[in-house]
């Protein structure tokens, strides 16, 4: 069993940086050995974000949309913050509706993660959605996005897509790939 070790002291927390999207927090930090450090992270937020793998028969619904920070457009599941007020079931299907124009008659929570524990707070279930009916929403991006329908058969090709790396996404992949097997054997229903 592992041990927990003491939590170390906050001593202070300071804005360091703050930009229309971001605000960085410097955070002076006491250990139990005595040792200070400051270590940065974005300021801790109460909004968490959904992932939506979307099944379509034997189909997942991906989008092609534009990632300012790799400057290309991705390949990647349905995501997005949740409103305030939101469950993430309810955020979940709300984004469906406004990034590929379909509704889930069946959410099933796969994992809750967070991707950078070390910098910042960022819980994102991700959810698989199956039963798909119609229903749009109006969403917030700029523009259009393609959505790509890749056959389920076919994930150790998309796993090797260039247009593919979001550790998200790969994360929610995975965690399809697993829930898939153990339906199929009859460890879910």
Not at 50 to 61: D, T
Not at 72 to 92: C, H, I
Request: charged share 25%; net charge negative; hydrophobic share 40%.
């Amino acid at each position: 069993m592992r041990k927990n070790p003491q939590k170390p002291e906050i001593l202070s927390v300071s804005v360091a940086a703050k930009s229309r999207i971001f605000e960085i927090q410097a955070v002076e930090l006491a250990f139990s050995n005595g040792e200070q450090r400051i270590f940065e992270r974005f300021t801790p937020s109460n909004r968490c974000a959904v992932m939506v793998v979307a099944l379509e028969r034997e189909n997942l619904l991906l989008v092609n949309e534009y990632a300012v920070g790799t400057e290309r457009y991705e390949l990647g599941f349905v995501k997005g913050l949740m409103d305030n007020g939101e469950t993430p079931e309810q955020s979940a299907n709300r984004e469906l509706q406004e990034e590929i124009g379909f509704r889930a008659g069946k959410l099933t929570l796969l994992r809750t993660v967070i991707t950078s524990p070390g910098f910042m707070h960022n819980p994102m279930h991700i959810f698989l959605a199956e039963e798909l009916s119609p229903s749009r929403l109006q969403g917030d991006e700029p523009e259009p996005l393609e959505i790509v329908r890749y056959p389920i058969q076919q994930l150790e090709r998309l796993l090797q897509q260039d247009d593919f790396c979001e550790a998200r996404n790969l994360t929610a992949l995975y965690l399809l790939r697993d829930h898939l097997s153990a339906r199929a054997a009859g460890v879910l229903l």
